[in-house]
């Protein structure tokens, strides 16, 4: 008997066993699928980040005339986010069937995609494939989709050319033909401490920071006068400050303040242009405020995430082809990013599409329908029959 899982949902409770939160390393997780591909008679190639503590796992499945171009792309991120501060009913780290669902952290987003494509192997196997599957697995998609780089970059290294790329991510299996690109920054306003009482001593790096989160927030408001696509929930480009710490002491004029802050771009949005108006107010105006109460004053503008949006042409052959496995012919858009713009911006046609409900993940007691595990299994099976 094989010491491997066999079935999707044998697959998804080995997955799920593994504490993947993007502060940890994958690679068990990698070794495990590594492995079994392997038996498979597959060889898979890493790409590791710098910590070599985390690792992407990147395989081709030949087509029959043991043709290893074009072919089409399963992608899928091996990566959770933590469970630190929420309640949940089951352990998230052993997969829970109860009734027609099962929890645990990850099945949703996304390892609920990748059991069903590792159990289909053997299918994929013994049908005749007219072109080559490629499966991608990536590290720390969830802080930044860093790990899909290196795959992209090593595709490229390889002459590989593939043609289409499906990338797994929750949607109900409903087509994503586009979503959003998104920047997060890491803002360092630096002042000058002094004792409360003598302010005109010190440097509020804190009431600084403040002013140039109500620029941002102000600024935030003009986006939903700009460019609109009423196929998302949010139909314009959106911007918001959601993390901040700052000083050290109620009688103290602090000196630093830190804060982070995101923007989610329409596709037809330039990112740049929106940063070069950030970095024009910081320059031109409130540093040289700052700077009048203390000429060593400073504002650092770090960029720590980037992500382009997608926007999938709808005469893209993966596209035709995935609207009509599916019969759905809605167009949906979505505001949060994947690594699918990544894909599409080295010219890899690419659609979003896998089992489960996004509105599952990240929560407490995340969850996967069977049916929807069921869906996809069906899905990928007539998807790869398709010449793209």
């Avoid at 159990?119 to 720390?140: N, T, V």
């Avoid at 460019?227 to 050290?248: A, E």
């Avoid at 929106?274 to 060593?296: C, H, T």
Wanted: overall charge negative; glycine content about 6%.
């Amino acid at each position: 008997m094989s010491a491997f899982p066999q079935t999707i949902s044998d697959w998804l409770k080995k997955l799920i066993s593994f504490d993947t939160t993007s502060r940890n390393s994958n690679l068990n997780l990698i070794d495990t699928i590594d492995d079994w591909l392997k038996t498979q008679g597959m060889t898979s190639r890493r790409t590791y980040d710098a910590s070599q503590q985390k690792a992407n796992l990147f395989a081709t499945l030949p087509a029959s005339n043991g043709s290893v171009q074009q072919g089409i792309i399963l992608s899928g991120h091996t990566d959770v986010v933590p469970v630190d501060g929420q309640e949940w009913n089951t352990d998230p780290f052993i997969a829970t069937e109860i009734d027609d669902r099962v929890y645990g952290r990850g099945t949703a987003d996304m390892k609920g995609f990748i059991a069903v494509v590792l159990a289909l192997i053997p299918e994929f196997k013994k049908q005749q494939l007219s072109q080559p599957i490629h499966f991608a697995f990536s590290y720390d998609e969830e802080v930044g989709c860093h790990g899909v780089r290196d795959i992209l970059t090593d595709i490229k290294q390889q002459g590989l050319q593939p043609r289409a790329c499906v990338v797994g991510e929750p949607t109900l299996m409903r087509p994503v033909v586009a979503h959003k690109g998104i920047n997060v920054f890491r803002v360092r306003v630096h002042g000058r401490a002094s004792h409360s009482s003598l302010t005109t001593k010190g440097c509020n790096a804190i009431e600084y920071a403040a002013q140039l989160m109500n620029w941002i927030r102000e600024f935030g408001k003009t986006l939903q006068h700009g460019p609109q696509d009423k196929f998302y929930d949010v139909p314009f480009s959106s911007m918001t400050t959601n993390l901040i710490s700052g000083g050290n002491a109620i009688n103290t004029i602090p000196n630093l303040c830190e804060f982070f802050f995101e923007f989610r771009n329409l596709p037809t949005v330039s990112p740049q242009t929106i940063r070069n108006q950030i970095e024009s107010y910081i320059k031109n105006e409130l540093l040289p405020n700052m700077q009048q109460e203390y000429q060593d004053a400073g504002i650092e503008l770090d960029l720590i995430a980037a992500v382009p949006g997608l926007e999938a042409s709808e005469q893209a052959t993966i596209t035709k082809i995935i609207r009509a496995l599916t019969n759905e012919h809605e167009i949906f858009k979505v505001a949060y990013a994947t690594e699918a713009g990544l894909f599409q911006q080295d010219d890899i046609p690419t659609i979003v599409c896998g089992p489960g409900s996004i509105e599952q993940a990240h929560r407490a007691d995340e969850y996967i329908m069977l049916e929807q595990l069921k869906q996809c299994e069906k899905f990928l099976l007539e998807l790869v029959q398709n010449k793209i």
